[in-house]
T-cell receptor
Framework: GAGVSQSPRYKVAKRGQDVALRCDPISGHVSLFWYQQALGQGPEFLTYFQNEAQLDKSGLPSDRFFAERPEGSVSTLKIQRTQQEDSAVYLC????????????FGAGTRLSVL | RKEVEQDPGPFNVPEGATVAFNCTYSNSASQSFFWYRQDCRKEPKLLMSVYSSGNEDGRFTAQLNRASQYISLLIRDSKLSDSATYLCVYRSNDYKLSFGAGTTVTVRA
C-alpha cells in the first residue's frame, strides 16, 4: 500500500518567506509526527497529533512554526518568516492507532532558506 | 550533552566482515529502544527493536545494557547493501522518539 507521502520534496525559500509543507499519512493511521533533521544529525521531534488533536508541540523551535491536522488526516507544517537556520529536512511519520506502534516515515521535504 | 551519543564513524569494512558499534543514552527513563537505518537522502526505516535479553534478526544482533545505558548493533557477513547510516533511537514516553546522529557504515567490495 501507499506509504507516507510528503510534498514538496524540495523547497527553496528566500529568507523571510512563509512556507507550507504537506504530509499525507498512511491511510487509517491515527498518530502523526513531524521531525526536523539537520545535516549530519538525527531527526529531532517537533510535534505529535492524535487524530486532529495536537497533543505535543514541545519540539517546535519557535512561534514561527505552526502545525495543523484539521480533519485528522493530512497535516501541514507552516514556517513563517523563514530563517537560514530553518534549512533542514522535515520528516513526517505516522503510526497505526496507538503512538507506541512503529512510526513509518515519509521521504521528507528538504527546505533550503537562502 | 546530547540524549543519545553515537560514534559517527565511518566504519569502512570489506564484504563479509563483522562490524559492531554502540550508542549511549542519558535518559534512564527510556522505555523502548530501536535501531533505524537511513540511506543517503532517504527516510529512516526501522531495522529492529532492541530487547534487554538481546535479539537477532538474520545477520543483525542487537543488545541493550540498561545498567550501563548503552545499546549495540552487530552486523555479521556484511553485504554491500548494508552500507547506510544506522540511527540509535529510544522512546522515553508513549510516543516521542529520540535519535542519535547516526553511525555511518560503508561496505566495500
Amino acid at each position: 500500500g501507499a506509504g507516507v507521502s510528503q510534498s514538496p520534496r524540495y523547497k527553496v525559500a528566500k529568507r523571510g518567506q512563509d512556507v507550507a509543507l504537506r504530509c499525507d499519512p498512511i491511510s487509517g493511521h491515527v498518530s502523526l509526527f513531524w521531525y526536523q533533521q539537520a545535516l549530519g544529525q538525527g531527526p529531532e521531534f517537533l510535534t505529535y497529533f492524535q487524530n486532529e488533536a495536537q497533543l505535543d508541540k514541545s519540539g517546535l523551535p519557535s512561534d514561527r512554526f505552526f502545525a495543523e491536522r484539521p480533519e485528522g488526516s493530512v497535516s501541514t507544517l507552516k514556517i513563517q518568516r523563514t530563517q537560514q537556520e530553518d534549512s533542514a529536512v522535515y520528516l513526517c511519520a505516522s503510526s497505526y492507532r496507538g503512538a507506541k506502534n512503529i512510526q513509518y516515515f515519509g521521504a521528507g521535504t528538504r527546505l533550503s532558506v537562502l | 550533552r546530547k540524549e543519545v551519543e553515537q560514534d559517527p564513524g565511518p566504519f569502512n569494512v570489506p564484504e563479509g566482515a563483522t562490524v559492531a558499534f554502540n550508542c549511549t543514552y542519558s535518559n534512564s527513563a527510556s522505555q523502548s529502544f530501536f535501531w533505524y537505518r537511513q540511506d543517503c537522502r532517504k527516510e529512516p526505516k526501522l531495522l529492529m527493536s532492541v530487547y534487554s535479553s538481546g535479539n537477532e534478526d538474520g545477520r543483525f544482533t542487537a543488545q541493550l545494557n540498561r545498567a550501563s545505558q548503552y545499546i549495540s548493533l552487530l552486523i555479521r557477513d556484511s553485504k554491500l547493501s548494508d552500507s547506510a547510516t544506522y540511527l540509535c533511537v529510544y522512546r522515553s514516553n508513549d510516543y516521542k522518539l529520540s535519535f542519535g546522529a547516526g553511525t555511518t557504515v560503508t561496505v566495500r567490495a
